[in-house]
């Protein structure tokens, strides 16, 4: 089920559950301002990965993979732990695939309401 979680003048959150209500998928765009966001999540990725360096000795790329993929939007980023960004003129995609597990209880994230439908907005 889809349901949208949150909204605003300028983005609409979707979360996709399964039938127990646990949370597998969630997508943020944002219709405009997205370049700006770009730019404020890079910059705070950034600074979160300095300071792994800083306390742990490492790179986040050493322990994950991720990184800028080319050939996709104007931008994007590809990260299996953090969210992942699509950059398209000023719109901003964000998803996040939420783990099914972790240990042995399941991720769920608050309901929020009132729930509505997501709808797809424009064509292509």
């Known amino acids: 089920m889809a349901d949208q979680s949150e909204a605003g003048d300028t983005f609409s959150t979707c979360d996709w559950e399964d039938a127990a209500g646990v949370c597998a998928f969630g997508l943020t765009v944002y219709w ?3 370049k700006e966001q770009w730019e404020t999540w890079r910059l705070a990725q950034g600074l979160g990965d300095a300071a792994l360096k800083s306390a742990e000795g490492v790179a986040a790329s050493a322990v994950v993979k991720q990184g800028l ?3 996709i ?5 590809f990260s299996p732990v953090l969210p992942s960004l699509v950059l ?4 901003l995609f964000v998803d996040q695939v939420l783990p099914r597990t972790q240990g042995r209880r399941q991720v769920r994230r608050p309901r929020r309401e009132p729930a509505r439908e997501c709808q797809v907005i424009g064509g292509s």
Do not use: F, N
């Open 69 to 71: 993929v080319p050939g």
């Open 73 to 77: 939007g104007d931008a994007a980023y």
């Open 88 to 91: 398209k003129g000023d719109t």
């Open 32 to 34: 405009s301002g997205g």
